[in-house]
T-cell receptor
């Protein structure tokens, strides 16, 4: 069963605009969430994370929002840059099973000039 | 640079053979997890090693096994390879302790092709 879902397989955005990536989860035991970026032939690169005790976390151009009631999180990238073109994965972990991540299927982001 | 290194980067094996993949974790990390990523999918959790013992396993058969060494490096072994085992195998390291870390770092992965 897919406990973490990224329902948009792809997203195209113009350079300089905002990219919004969405992720939904079903397991209420998840309390830590991470976003990774992945280029072809490379391993996932950690971007930003958020604990369930927060509803927002920012790091530079990246902001993650968490809505525990809706079991939904989103990643905002502002402004989008050509180097942001990659596959983005949402991942979740219960604290008592730290490191055992459940991943979504990913969203391919293409930033156009 | 995540400090997590994996070897080999690419390999080709024949169905029925056995393969060993290796991972060195980031300095200060004591936990290693392995993931399988098939084309077009997200990584799937295989198992985790903590203090040299398996500490949780995903939905993978027993022919997937592992080891963790005193220096926290790890191996993933797959016996009786099947064509569907062709995938990118990712190693991730993290710290688990009284105050667990909040970041999990991945290596570059090992591409396995089974023919």
């Amino acid at each position: 069963d897919q406990q973490v879902k990224q329902n948009s397989p792809s997203l195209s955005v113009q350079e300089g605009r905002i990219s919004i990536l969405n992720c939904d989860y079903t397991n209420s035991m998840f309390d830590y969430f991470l976003w990774y970026k992945k280029y072809p032939a490379e391993g996932p690169t950690f971007l930003i994370s958020i604990s369930s005790i927060k509803d927002k976390n920012e790091d530079g151009r990246f902001t993650v929002f968490l809505n525990k009631t809706a079991k939904h999180l989103s990643l905002h990238i502002v402004p989008s840059q050509p180097g942001d073109s990659a596959v983005y994965f949402c991942a979740a972990s219960p604290t008592d099973s730290w490191g055992k991540l459940q991943f979504g299927a990913g969203t391919q982001v293409v930033v156009t000039p | 640079e995540t400090g997590v290194t994996q070897s080999p980067t690419h390999l080709i094996k024949t169905r029925g053979q056995q393969v060993t993949l290796r991972c060195s974790s980031q300095s200060g990390h004591n936990t290693v997890s392995w993931y399988q990523q098939a084309l077009g999918q997200g990584p799937q959790f295989i198992f985790q090693y903590y203090r040299e013992e398996e500490n949780g396993r995903g939905n993978f058969p027993p022919r997937f096994s592992g080891l963790q060494f005193p220096n926290y490096s790890s191996e993933l072994n797959v016996n009786a390879l099947e064509l569907d085992d062709s995938a990118l195998y990712l190693c991730a390291s993290s710290f688990v302790g009284e105050i667990s870390g909040n970041t999990i770092y991945f290596g570059e992965g090992s591409w396995l092709t089974v023919v």
